[in-house]
């Protein structure tokens, strides 16, 4: 699951507009060096490679939710949510064994 922030002003973003879904399919995460500061930073491209269509996006814009540690090839992404995959799990486990206990000591 991707999402993009839209903000009103993209060089001096002071007001959150929204949310838009986009296809996780069409993004592709790249490290480039910012010309003023001389630093890296990372950039996610949509439909990279089309002329038309093309986006480069900034990090801060998008929200990025993985539900497995790999993403097209062998990038590693490890998303901020891959802590809570297990706690989840582990706990929807714990509500369905104590239902089935209930049921059957009813």
Known sequence: MSFEIVVDNLMKPTEIIGFRIIDPITLEPDIETDPVTGKDIKVWY???GDAELERKIPDSNIIY???SST???NRNMVSYLEGLIRSYTML???ES???IWNIMNA
Request: hydrophobic share 40%; no cysteine.
């Open 92 to 94: 929807t486990q714990l």
């Open 71 to 73: 993403m097209q090839g």
């Open 65 to 67: 939710i993985s539900w």
């Open 46 to 48: 949509q439909f990279r």
């Open 97 to 99: 064994s104590r239902v």
